[in-house]
Protein backbone atom coordinates (compact mmCIF):
# COMPACT_ATOMS: atom_id res chain seq x y z
CA UNK A 1 0.00 0.00 0.00
CA UNK A 2 3.00 2.30 1.08
CA UNK A 3 4.32 1.41 -2.08
CA UNK A 4 1.57 2.42 -4.17
CA UNK A 5 1.20 5.84 -2.32
CA UNK A 6 4.69 6.70 -3.12
CA UNK A 7 4.11 5.73 -7.29
CA UNK A 8 0.81 7.84 -6.85
CA UNK A 9 3.37 10.63 -5.29
CA UNK A 10 5.72 10.43 -7.50
CA UNK A 11 3.32 11.03 -10.34
CA UNK A 12 1.76 13.58 -8.59
CA UNK A 13 5.10 15.41 -7.92
CA UNK A 14 5.33 17.16 -11.21
CA UNK A 15 2.26 19.28 -11.08
CA UNK A 16 3.21 20.70 -7.31
CA UNK A 17 6.45 21.24 -8.95
CA UNK A 18 5.41 23.51 -11.59
CA UNK A 19 2.04 24.64 -10.62
CA UNK A 20 1.68 28.18 -11.18
CA UNK A 21 -0.11 30.40 -8.80
CA UNK A 22 -0.21 33.85 -10.65
CA UNK A 23 -2.43 35.56 -7.40
CA UNK A 24 -4.08 34.22 -4.14
CA UNK A 25 -7.64 34.89 -3.56
CA UNK A 26 -6.80 38.02 -1.04
CA UNK A 27 -4.39 39.37 -3.48
CA UNK A 28 -6.95 39.46 -6.53
CA UNK A 29 -9.50 40.92 -4.16
CA UNK A 30 -7.37 43.98 -3.81
CA UNK A 31 -6.83 43.84 -7.18
CA UNK A 32 -10.35 44.11 -8.43
CA UNK A 33 -11.95 45.76 -5.32
CA UNK A 34 -9.16 48.36 -4.53
CA UNK A 35 -9.86 49.69 -1.04
CA UNK A 36 -12.76 48.17 -0.52
CA UNK A 37 -13.81 46.15 2.36
CA UNK A 38 -14.81 42.32 1.04
CA UNK A 39 -16.88 40.22 3.90
CA UNK A 40 -17.07 36.07 3.16
CA UNK A 41 -20.82 35.25 1.75
CA UNK A 42 -20.12 31.38 0.79
CA UNK A 43 -23.53 29.44 -0.49
CA UNK A 44 -24.14 25.81 -1.12
CA UNK A 45 -26.15 25.56 -4.71
CA UNK A 46 -29.08 23.38 -3.89
CA UNK A 47 -30.37 20.76 -6.79
CA UNK A 48 -32.73 23.45 -8.25
CA UNK A 49 -30.12 25.86 -8.52
CA UNK A 50 -27.67 23.61 -9.96
CA UNK A 51 -30.45 22.82 -12.71
CA UNK A 52 -31.38 26.14 -13.24
CA UNK A 53 -27.58 27.17 -13.62
CA UNK A 54 -27.59 24.40 -16.45
CA UNK A 55 -30.14 25.55 -18.10
CA UNK A 56 -29.18 29.32 -18.07
CA UNK A 57 -25.95 28.67 -19.23
CA UNK A 58 -25.36 25.40 -20.86
CA UNK A 59 -22.70 24.41 -18.28
CA UNK A 60 -22.71 22.59 -15.10
CA UNK A 61 -20.91 23.91 -11.56
CA UNK A 62 -17.99 21.85 -10.97
CA UNK A 63 -18.83 21.96 -7.52
CA UNK A 64 -21.94 22.96 -5.10
CA UNK A 65 -19.91 25.11 -2.73
CA UNK A 66 -19.83 28.44 -4.18
CA UNK A 67 -16.68 30.90 -2.55
CA UNK A 68 -18.41 33.98 -2.57
CA UNK A 69 -17.54 37.06 -0.88
CA UNK A 70 -19.73 40.74 -0.69
CA UNK A 71 -17.77 44.14 -1.38
CA UNK A 72 -18.71 46.96 0.89
CA UNK A 73 -19.62 49.04 -2.43
CA UNK A 74 -22.63 46.04 -3.09
CA UNK A 75 -20.47 44.23 -5.77
CA UNK A 76 -19.55 40.60 -5.43
CA UNK A 77 -16.21 38.49 -5.83
CA UNK A 78 -16.55 34.81 -6.54
CA UNK A 79 -13.51 32.08 -7.06
CA UNK A 80 -14.31 29.08 -8.96
CA UNK A 81 -12.48 26.35 -11.15
CA UNK A 82 -12.85 25.84 -14.80
CA UNK A 83 -11.28 22.14 -16.40
CA UNK A 84 -8.36 22.85 -18.12
CA UNK A 85 -6.50 20.63 -20.39
CA UNK A 86 -5.02 18.41 -17.92
CA UNK A 87 -5.97 20.17 -14.05
CA UNK A 88 -8.45 22.98 -13.19
CA UNK A 89 -7.68 27.04 -13.84
CA UNK A 90 -8.84 28.43 -10.97
CA UNK A 91 -10.19 32.17 -12.06
CA UNK A 92 -11.94 35.29 -10.27
CA UNK A 93 -14.61 37.24 -11.46
CA UNK A 94 -15.97 40.50 -9.85
CA UNK A 95 -19.42 41.96 -10.35
CA UNK A 96 -20.53 45.35 -9.62
CA UNK A 97 -23.44 45.95 -7.74
CA UNK A 98 -25.26 45.52 -10.67
CA UNK A 99 -24.55 41.85 -11.23
CA UNK A 100 -22.44 43.18 -14.43
CA UNK A 101 -18.67 42.36 -14.79
CA UNK A 102 -16.23 44.72 -13.62
CA UNK A 103 -13.47 42.21 -14.24
CA UNK A 104 -11.57 38.67 -14.83
CA UNK A 105 -8.88 37.25 -13.16
CA UNK A 106 -6.53 33.67 -13.99
CA UNK A 107 -5.49 33.35 -10.25
CA UNK A 108 -3.61 29.87 -11.47
CA UNK A 109 -2.62 28.27 -14.72
CA UNK A 110 -0.77 24.86 -14.75
CA UNK A 111 -0.94 23.87 -18.17
CA UNK A 112 2.36 24.04 -20.78
CA UNK A 113 0.75 26.28 -22.99
CA UNK A 114 -2.36 28.36 -23.65
CA UNK A 115 -2.16 30.84 -20.81
CA UNK A 116 -3.07 33.33 -23.05
CA UNK A 117 -5.87 33.38 -21.16
CA UNK A 118 -3.84 35.58 -18.85
CA UNK A 119 -3.63 38.18 -21.56
CA UNK A 120 -5.26 41.50 -19.95
CA UNK A 121 -6.40 42.16 -23.25
CA UNK A 122 -8.14 39.14 -24.19
CA UNK A 123 -10.07 39.52 -20.30
CA UNK A 124 -10.96 42.76 -20.65
CA UNK A 125 -13.95 41.13 -23.60
CA UNK A 126 -15.34 40.48 -20.18
CA UNK A 127 -16.18 43.95 -18.86
CA UNK A 128 -19.62 44.57 -18.85
CA UNK A 129 -21.10 41.24 -19.60
CA UNK A 130 -24.80 40.47 -17.35
CA UNK A 131 -26.16 37.56 -16.86
CA UNK A 132 -28.66 36.19 -19.87
CA UNK A 133 -26.29 37.86 -22.80
CA UNK A 134 -24.82 35.80 -25.17
CA UNK A 135 -21.41 34.99 -24.09
CA UNK A 136 -19.68 32.72 -27.07
CA UNK A 137 -16.46 31.95 -27.82
CA UNK A 138 -15.72 32.75 -31.34
CA UNK A 139 -18.53 34.90 -31.10
CA UNK A 140 -18.72 37.73 -28.51
CA UNK A 141 -15.20 36.81 -27.21
CA UNK A 142 -12.48 36.10 -29.58
CA UNK A 143 -10.79 32.67 -29.64
CA UNK A 144 -6.50 32.32 -28.79
CA UNK A 145 -5.33 30.51 -31.49
CA UNK A 146 -3.31 27.89 -29.83
CA UNK A 147 -5.13 28.24 -26.49
CA UNK A 148 -8.53 27.06 -27.64
CA UNK A 149 -9.44 24.88 -24.68
CA UNK A 150 -8.58 27.28 -21.65
CA UNK A 151 -10.12 30.41 -23.51
CA UNK A 152 -13.19 28.67 -24.03
CA UNK A 153 -13.52 26.91 -21.04
CA UNK A 154 -12.84 30.13 -19.20
CA UNK A 155 -15.49 31.86 -21.29
CA UNK A 156 -17.86 28.84 -20.75
CA UNK A 157 -16.88 29.32 -16.50
CA UNK A 158 -17.70 32.82 -16.67
CA UNK A 159 -21.28 32.62 -18.55
CA UNK A 160 -21.99 30.10 -15.75
CA UNK A 161 -21.01 32.78 -12.83
CA UNK A 162 -23.21 34.99 -14.32
CA UNK A 163 -25.96 33.02 -14.23
CA UNK A 164 -25.70 31.52 -10.80
CA UNK A 165 -25.22 34.91 -9.51
CA UNK A 166 -29.20 35.59 -11.77
CA UNK A 167 -30.21 32.53 -10.13
CA UNK A 168 -27.88 32.29 -6.58
CA UNK A 169 -27.04 36.14 -5.27
CA UNK A 170 -29.00 38.54 -7.29
CA UNK A 171 -32.41 37.72 -5.31
CA UNK A 172 -30.84 36.80 -2.16
CA UNK A 173 -28.49 39.25 -1.27
CA UNK B 1 8.71 -21.05 -21.61
CA UNK B 2 6.43 -18.70 -23.00
CA UNK B 3 5.76 -16.89 -19.99
CA UNK B 4 9.48 -16.30 -19.40
CA UNK B 5 10.41 -15.06 -23.42
CA UNK B 6 6.95 -12.97 -22.09
CA UNK B 7 8.34 -11.88 -19.20
CA UNK B 8 11.60 -10.80 -20.57
CA UNK B 9 9.89 -9.51 -23.38
CA UNK B 10 7.86 -7.22 -20.72
CA UNK B 11 11.06 -6.16 -19.38
CA UNK B 12 12.49 -5.12 -22.89
CA UNK B 13 9.46 -2.54 -23.48
CA UNK B 14 9.59 -1.68 -19.43
CA UNK B 15 13.22 -0.45 -20.19
CA UNK B 16 12.68 0.38 -23.24
CA UNK B 17 10.20 2.94 -21.88
CA UNK B 18 12.60 3.79 -19.04
CA UNK B 19 15.15 4.81 -21.16
CA UNK B 20 13.32 6.81 -23.41
CA UNK B 21 11.50 8.76 -20.45
CA UNK B 22 12.98 12.04 -22.01
CA UNK B 23 11.18 12.28 -25.08
CA UNK B 24 7.54 12.87 -25.70
CA UNK B 25 4.01 13.31 -27.95
CA UNK B 26 1.18 15.05 -29.38
CA UNK B 27 -0.82 13.60 -26.25
CA UNK B 28 -2.63 10.73 -27.10
CA UNK B 29 -5.93 9.69 -25.49
CA UNK B 30 -6.09 6.14 -27.04
CA UNK B 31 -3.35 4.04 -27.96
CA UNK B 32 -4.54 3.56 -31.54
CA UNK B 33 -7.25 5.90 -32.40
CA UNK B 34 -6.07 9.23 -32.98
CA UNK B 35 -7.94 12.85 -31.93
CA UNK B 36 -8.22 16.11 -33.64
CA UNK B 37 -5.49 17.53 -31.19
CA UNK B 38 -2.72 19.46 -32.71
CA UNK B 39 0.45 21.31 -31.18
CA UNK B 40 -0.13 24.96 -30.95
CA UNK B 41 2.34 26.61 -33.83
CA UNK B 42 6.33 26.62 -32.85
CA UNK B 43 5.67 23.78 -29.98
CA UNK B 44 8.24 20.76 -30.25
CA UNK B 45 7.38 17.32 -28.81
CA UNK B 46 9.43 14.39 -28.76
CA UNK B 47 7.52 10.90 -28.25
CA UNK B 48 8.50 7.25 -27.73
CA UNK B 49 6.27 3.86 -28.66
CA UNK B 50 6.79 0.41 -27.62
CA UNK B 51 4.41 -2.06 -28.97
CA UNK B 52 4.53 -5.56 -27.15
CA UNK B 53 2.62 -8.00 -29.55
CA UNK B 54 2.37 -11.86 -28.45
CA UNK B 55 0.38 -15.05 -29.53
CA UNK B 56 -0.23 -16.74 -32.42
CA UNK B 57 -1.74 -19.72 -33.83
CA UNK B 58 0.62 -21.89 -31.27
CA UNK B 59 4.23 -22.20 -30.32
CA UNK B 60 5.78 -18.63 -29.07
CA UNK B 61 5.65 -15.43 -30.71
CA UNK B 62 6.51 -12.38 -29.33
CA UNK B 63 7.57 -9.01 -31.32
CA UNK B 64 8.06 -5.45 -29.91
CA UNK B 65 7.67 -2.50 -32.38
CA UNK B 66 9.63 0.37 -31.75
CA UNK B 67 8.56 4.35 -32.73
CA UNK B 68 10.85 7.06 -32.07
CA UNK B 69 9.24 10.54 -33.28
CA UNK B 70 9.41 14.33 -32.93
CA UNK B 71 6.63 16.63 -33.57
CA UNK B 72 6.01 20.06 -34.67
CA UNK B 73 3.22 22.75 -34.37
CA UNK B 74 3.87 24.45 -38.08
CA UNK B 75 0.87 26.31 -37.13
CA UNK B 76 -1.88 25.76 -34.89
CA UNK B 77 -3.99 23.25 -37.23
CA UNK B 78 -1.29 21.88 -38.76
CA UNK B 79 1.13 19.16 -37.11
CA UNK B 80 3.96 17.55 -38.91
CA UNK B 81 6.51 14.94 -37.55
CA UNK B 82 9.07 12.89 -38.48
CA UNK B 83 9.64 9.45 -37.06
CA UNK B 84 11.64 5.97 -37.02
CA UNK B 85 10.54 2.63 -36.66
CA UNK B 86 12.08 -0.64 -35.68
CA UNK B 87 10.96 -3.92 -34.71
CA UNK B 88 12.03 -7.20 -32.51
CA UNK B 89 10.52 -10.35 -32.81
CA UNK B 90 11.23 -13.92 -31.28
CA UNK B 91 9.36 -16.68 -32.59
CA UNK B 92 8.86 -20.64 -32.80
CA UNK B 93 6.17 -22.97 -34.19
CA UNK B 94 4.11 -19.72 -34.01
CA UNK B 95 2.55 -19.99 -37.58
CA UNK B 96 -0.04 -22.06 -39.77
CA UNK B 97 0.42 -25.34 -39.22
CA UNK B 98 2.67 -25.22 -36.76
CA UNK B 99 5.42 -23.58 -39.05
CA UNK B 100 7.95 -20.74 -38.32
CA UNK B 101 6.89 -17.53 -39.83
CA UNK B 102 8.25 -14.04 -39.32
CA UNK B 103 5.74 -11.13 -38.71
CA UNK B 104 4.64 -9.14 -41.46
CA UNK B 105 7.30 -6.06 -40.94
CA UNK B 106 10.34 -8.84 -41.52
CA UNK B 107 8.18 -10.77 -44.07
CA UNK B 108 11.42 -11.02 -46.35
CA UNK B 109 13.35 -13.21 -43.57
CA UNK B 110 12.46 -16.64 -44.89
CA UNK B 111 13.14 -19.30 -41.35
CA UNK B 112 12.79 -23.07 -41.95
CA UNK B 113 9.38 -24.00 -40.31
CA UNK B 114 10.97 -25.44 -36.95
CA UNK B 115 14.08 -22.45 -37.04
CA UNK B 116 14.04 -20.66 -33.59
CA UNK B 117 13.48 -17.85 -35.16
CA UNK B 118 15.25 -14.41 -33.57
CA UNK B 119 15.47 -10.56 -35.13
CA UNK B 120 15.95 -7.28 -34.82
CA UNK B 121 16.05 -4.40 -37.49
CA UNK B 122 15.52 -0.89 -38.32
CA UNK B 123 12.60 -1.00 -41.34
CA UNK B 124 11.60 2.51 -42.32
CA UNK B 125 11.67 6.30 -41.51
CA UNK B 126 8.25 7.99 -42.13
CA UNK B 127 6.29 11.66 -41.75
CA UNK B 128 3.22 12.39 -40.67
CA UNK B 129 0.67 15.73 -41.47
CA UNK B 130 -2.23 16.04 -39.12
CA UNK B 131 -4.79 18.83 -40.80
CA UNK B 132 -7.39 20.06 -38.05
CA UNK B 133 -10.47 21.42 -40.37
CA UNK B 134 -12.76 21.86 -38.01
CA UNK B 135 -11.76 22.52 -34.33
CA UNK B 136 -14.71 20.17 -31.57
CA UNK B 137 -14.28 23.66 -29.36
CA UNK B 138 -15.26 25.99 -31.81
CA UNK B 139 -18.83 24.65 -32.74
CA UNK B 140 -21.72 23.97 -30.37
CA UNK B 141 -22.10 20.62 -31.79
CA UNK B 142 -18.38 19.60 -30.39
CA UNK B 143 -17.49 17.38 -33.59
CA UNK B 144 -13.87 18.40 -35.09
CA UNK B 145 -12.12 16.84 -37.99
CA UNK B 146 -8.61 16.29 -39.33
CA UNK B 147 -7.52 14.72 -41.92
CA UNK B 148 -4.04 12.54 -41.73
CA UNK B 149 -1.23 11.05 -43.95
CA UNK B 150 1.94 9.43 -43.27
CA UNK B 151 4.01 8.59 -46.28
CA UNK B 152 6.81 5.91 -45.20
CA UNK B 153 9.55 4.76 -46.79
CA UNK B 154 11.95 1.99 -45.78
CA UNK B 155 14.44 -0.53 -47.98
CA UNK B 156 11.97 -3.24 -48.00
CA UNK B 157 8.21 -1.32 -47.59
CA UNK B 158 6.88 1.56 -48.57
CA UNK B 159 3.17 3.04 -47.67
CA UNK B 160 0.64 6.12 -48.16
CA UNK B 161 -1.30 5.94 -44.78
CA UNK B 162 -4.33 8.08 -44.32
CA UNK B 163 -6.73 8.82 -41.86
CA UNK B 164 -10.04 10.61 -41.81
CA UNK B 165 -10.40 11.73 -38.00
CA UNK B 166 -13.81 12.56 -36.25
CA UNK B 167 -14.49 13.32 -32.72
CA UNK B 168 -17.19 14.61 -30.79
CA UNK B 169 -16.57 16.03 -27.06
CA UNK B 170 -18.70 15.81 -24.23
CA UNK B 171 -19.57 17.11 -20.36
CA UNK B 172 -16.90 19.88 -20.49
CA UNK B 173 -14.69 17.89 -23.20
CA UNK B 174 -13.61 15.45 -20.69
CA UNK B 175 -15.45 13.14 -22.54
CA UNK B 176 -14.22 12.55 -25.86
CA UNK B 177 -15.71 9.96 -28.38
CA UNK B 178 -13.58 9.37 -31.45
CA UNK B 179 -13.63 7.68 -34.73
CA UNK B 180 -10.73 6.77 -37.30
CA UNK B 181 -11.04 5.38 -41.03
CA UNK B 182 -7.94 4.56 -42.65
CA UNK B 183 -7.03 3.38 -46.23
CA UNK B 184 -3.34 2.66 -46.39
CA UNK B 185 -1.83 1.04 -49.71
CA UNK B 186 1.29 -0.55 -49.64
CA UNK B 187 4.27 -2.29 -50.95
CA UNK B 188 6.33 -5.15 -49.87
CA UNK B 189 9.38 -6.55 -50.57
CA UNK B 190 9.17 -10.21 -50.42
CA UNK B 191 9.82 -13.54 -51.68
CA UNK B 192 8.85 -14.15 -55.55
CA UNK B 193 6.86 -17.33 -55.35
CA UNK B 194 6.96 -17.32 -58.95
CA UNK B 195 10.67 -16.99 -59.22
CA UNK B 196 12.94 -18.54 -56.69
CA UNK B 197 15.81 -16.64 -55.33
CA UNK B 198 14.49 -13.26 -56.61
CA UNK B 199 11.41 -10.68 -54.28
CA UNK B 200 8.47 -9.07 -55.76
CA UNK B 201 6.63 -6.30 -54.25
CA UNK B 202 3.43 -7.39 -52.96
CA UNK B 203 0.72 -5.00 -53.03
CA UNK B 204 -1.29 -4.39 -50.16
CA UNK B 205 -3.89 -2.45 -49.08
CA UNK B 206 -4.95 -1.42 -44.82
CA UNK B 207 -8.62 -0.21 -43.83
CA UNK B 208 -9.38 -0.22 -40.57
CA UNK B 209 -11.93 1.52 -38.80
CA UNK B 210 -11.58 2.41 -35.39
CA UNK B 211 -13.80 4.02 -32.60
CA UNK B 212 -12.85 4.64 -29.42
CA UNK B 213 -14.55 6.77 -25.87
CA UNK B 214 -12.13 8.44 -23.46
CA UNK B 215 -13.23 10.31 -19.94
CA UNK B 216 -10.69 12.56 -18.07
CA UNK B 217 -11.90 10.65 -14.91
CA UNK B 218 -9.17 13.37 -12.24
CA UNK B 219 -7.24 15.54 -12.82
CA UNK B 220 -4.21 14.65 -15.27
CA UNK B 221 -5.92 11.14 -15.80
CA UNK B 222 -7.94 9.83 -18.35
CA UNK B 223 -9.58 6.28 -18.81
CA UNK B 224 -10.45 4.86 -22.20
CA UNK B 225 -11.68 2.00 -24.49
CA UNK B 226 -11.01 1.93 -27.99
CA UNK B 227 -12.75 -0.99 -30.41
CA UNK B 228 -10.58 -1.32 -34.37
CA UNK B 229 -11.32 -3.48 -37.38
CA UNK B 230 -8.18 -3.87 -39.28
CA UNK B 231 -8.69 -5.29 -42.62
CA UNK B 232 -6.39 -6.38 -45.37
CA UNK B 233 -6.57 -7.04 -49.17
CA UNK B 234 -3.90 -8.16 -51.39
CA UNK B 235 -4.56 -5.84 -54.26
CA UNK B 236 -4.60 -2.09 -54.17
CA UNK B 237 -8.17 -2.20 -55.15
CA UNK B 238 -10.29 -3.80 -52.57
CA UNK B 239 -9.95 -7.41 -54.22
CA UNK B 240 -8.38 -10.21 -52.64
CA UNK B 241 -9.53 -9.71 -48.73
CA UNK B 242 -7.05 -11.65 -46.62
CA UNK B 243 -7.80 -10.81 -42.99
CA UNK B 244 -10.35 -8.90 -40.94
CA UNK B 245 -9.77 -8.39 -37.05
CA UNK B 246 -10.90 -7.00 -34.37
CA UNK B 247 -8.96 -5.58 -31.20
CA UNK B 248 -10.86 -4.41 -28.09
CA UNK B 249 -9.17 -2.96 -25.18
CA UNK B 250 -8.24 -0.22 -22.75
CA UNK B 251 -6.21 2.69 -22.04
CA UNK B 252 -4.96 4.72 -19.17
CA UNK B 253 -3.54 8.17 -19.70
CA UNK B 254 -1.39 10.54 -17.94
CA UNK B 255 -1.10 13.88 -18.99
CA UNK B 256 1.29 16.39 -16.90
CA UNK B 257 2.27 19.68 -18.03
CA UNK B 258 5.32 18.86 -20.04
CA UNK B 259 4.81 14.70 -19.58
CA UNK B 260 2.47 12.48 -20.78
CA UNK B 261 2.40 8.66 -20.62
CA UNK B 262 -0.64 6.41 -22.43
CA UNK B 263 -0.45 2.91 -21.75
CA UNK B 264 -3.05 0.27 -23.96
CA UNK B 265 -3.89 -3.12 -24.16
CA UNK B 266 -6.04 -4.45 -26.77
CA UNK B 267 -7.07 -8.21 -27.02
CA UNK B 268 -8.27 -9.85 -30.56
CA UNK B 269 -11.89 -10.48 -30.38
CA UNK B 270 -13.33 -13.78 -32.10
CA UNK B 271 -14.74 -12.33 -34.97
CA UNK B 272 -12.50 -12.82 -37.37
CA UNK B 273 -13.81 -14.84 -40.68
CA UNK B 274 -12.44 -16.21 -43.61
CA UNK B 275 -11.90 -14.72 -46.77
CA UNK B 276 -11.00 -14.98 -50.35
CA UNK B 277 -6.76 -14.39 -49.63
CA UNK B 278 -6.88 -15.77 -46.21
CA UNK B 279 -3.68 -17.58 -46.15
CA UNK B 280 -4.54 -21.48 -44.78
CA UNK B 281 -4.47 -22.08 -41.12
CA UNK B 282 -4.22 -18.62 -39.88
CA UNK B 283 -7.65 -18.23 -39.03
CA UNK B 284 -8.32 -20.17 -35.65
CA UNK B 285 -10.82 -20.16 -33.18
CA UNK B 286 -11.78 -17.46 -35.22
CA UNK B 287 -9.07 -15.29 -34.11
CA UNK B 288 -6.62 -14.22 -37.17
CA UNK B 289 -2.87 -15.10 -36.98
CA UNK B 290 -1.78 -13.97 -40.10
CA UNK B 291 1.48 -12.11 -40.21
CA UNK B 292 -0.09 -9.12 -38.84
CA UNK B 293 -2.32 -10.20 -36.33
CA UNK B 294 -1.75 -11.88 -33.07
CA UNK B 295 -3.88 -12.29 -29.96
CA UNK B 296 -2.65 -9.06 -27.89
CA UNK B 297 -1.04 -5.81 -28.06
CA UNK B 298 0.56 -3.41 -25.43
CA UNK B 299 1.29 -0.20 -26.08
CA UNK B 300 2.90 2.44 -24.34
CA UNK B 301 3.36 6.29 -25.45
CA UNK B 302 5.57 8.59 -23.38
CA UNK B 303 6.39 11.56 -24.53
CA UNK B 304 7.62 15.30 -23.78
CA UNK B 305 6.79 18.66 -25.07
CA UNK B 306 9.46 21.05 -25.21
Known amino acids: MKRYTLLFSALAAPSAV ?11 QAVMFPGEVLRPDPRQLSDDQVSAIRKASGESPLHRDL ?3 RASSGGWFIVDEVVGKHEFITLALALDAT ?14 YGSQVRDPRWRAQFAGKRAGQSLQLGH ?21 LLATYAIVLAHNS | MRIGVTIRAAAFVAASA ?6 HAGEPLFGYIYTTDTLPKGKVEVEQWVTLRNEKVAGSFNQIDERTEVEYGLTDNLQVALYADATWVKA ?14 LVYDTPGPDDHYENSRFTDVAAEAIWRVRSPLLHKDGIGVALYVEPSWGARFREVETKLILQKNFLDDRLVIAANVTYA ?15 GWQEETDTNIGIGASYRFAPKWSAAVELNNEREFNSLNFTHESN ?3 FFGPSIHFGGRKFFATLSYLEQLPWATTHSDSVDGAIVGCHTYDNDFEQRRFRLKVGYLF
Open chain 1, 67 to 69: KVW
Open chain 2, 18 to 23: SLSSAA
Open chain 2, 185 to 199: PEYRLVPDDNNPGHN
Open chain 1, 140 to 160: EVKNISGATLSSKHVTDGVRR
Open chain 1, 99 to 112: GAVKSVEILDYREA
Open chain 2, 92 to 105: YHNGPFGQTTPPER
Open chain 1, 18 to 28: HATVFMSPEQA
Open chain 2, 244 to 246: SAY
